[in-house]
């Protein structure tokens, strides 16, 4: 269950990436399949070659960034409707990915990564790591809050919510949503990436359904936790994220086959989007939100 708890910490920077774009932009991206493994092969690749784990990482990120470039100029400059020009850019990923690893597969064991410290030291599968990704996990969604409370930020959050309104006060529309595209997509590749090297390998296939696994996280975390504000709502996306892996672990605990977990995901989604419309469960999120809330203005306050 350990385990579950940190693969959903280092998850929730891919939801939070999938968060920026399903819900800020409004945006149906499924470019985070493709960048997904983009970024973990990058990563692995660079730092088998003699990077530094960090240096690859950070390397990931930004090829991350440049698979979102294209997805958001597809969509913007080509006029290709947003989900297909997601597809188009995933698709076209599957072979980059191959070409940039060589093979399917890279491994990365006995290679310095970020992660081998925490397993020299016999800390992984307790709760120092726990806190160490909660850590690094909470620093970026900190850094996603100041972000979407500057001006670009706020005009990003307009694109999404009125893009002819915004428009007409002057904000080039097309800027903010390859922006926030590449940003988004480089969350997901750096997640990928931390992924590779907890996990001691990347794999051309390891992004296969990804986007489920996002929204999974983002609709289950909003659901219960609200999106009162956006430090609700993104905190609600890290703690969404982790309900999910445990909701996974229980069920495989339960005898259920791994093969299953696809399934597992899509019924997750259905249960956290059907949820909120039950009268029982809508009283559950109002308390709920109401702690939240309560728990923000004592924060404020002190």
């Known amino acids: 269950m350990i385990t579950a708890v940190e693969l959903g910490l280092i998850y929730a920077i891919m939801a939070l990436g999938v968060y920026l774009t399903f819900r800020i932009l409004d945006f149906p991206d499924l470019t985070v399949d493709g960048s997904f493994t983009s970024g973990a092969a990058v990563a692995a690749i660079s730092i088998v070659n003699g990077m530094p784990a960090l240096l690859a990482t950070i390397l990931a990120f ?4 440049l698979a979102g470039i294209v997805t958001g100029l597809l969509h913007t400059k080509g006029k290709i409707n947003g989900l297909l020009a997601g597809i ?3 698709i076209a990923l599957y072979s980059i990915n191959l070409r940039i690893m060589g093979k399917a597969n ?7 990564t970020l992660v081998s410290p925490l397993r020299q030291a016999h800390l992984t599968g307790g709760i120092v790591s726990v806190l160490i990704f909660f850590g690094v996990a909470l620093v970026l969604k900190l850094v996603l809050d100041w972000f979407l409370h500057t001006d670009v930020g706020l005009a990003m959050q307009a694109t999404g919510d009125n893009e002819e ?3 007409s006060f002057g904000v080039n529309t097309d800027n903010q949503k390859i922006l926030g595209l590449a940003i988004s997509n480089g969350l997901v590749a750096l997640c990928g990436a931390m992924i590779a090297q907890y996990q001691g390998f990347a794999d051309v296939g390891m992004g296969i359904g990804l986007i489920l696994i996002g ?4 609709i289950i975390g909003q659901a219960i936790f609200g999106t009162r504000t956006i430090f609700v709502a993104t905190l609600a996306v890290i703690l969404g994220s982790v309900l999910y892996r445990v909701f996974i672990q229980v069920a495989l605990d339960a005898g259920l086959d791994p093969n299953d977990m696809k399934l597992i995901s899509a019924i997750l989604v259905v249960i956290a989007l059907v949820l909120p419309q039950w009268k029982g469960f809508s009283r559950f999120g109002r308390r709920m939100r109401t702690i939240t809330s309560a728990a923000e203005k004592q924060k404020e306050t002190v």
Do not use: N
């Open 62 to 65: 930004f090829v991350g960034a």
């Open 88 to 90: 188009l850019t995933m």
């Open 106 to 112: 890279v491994p990365l064991l006995g290679e310095d």
């Open 165 to 167: 309104m915004i428009r």
């Open 215 to 218: 929204l999974a996280s983002v």
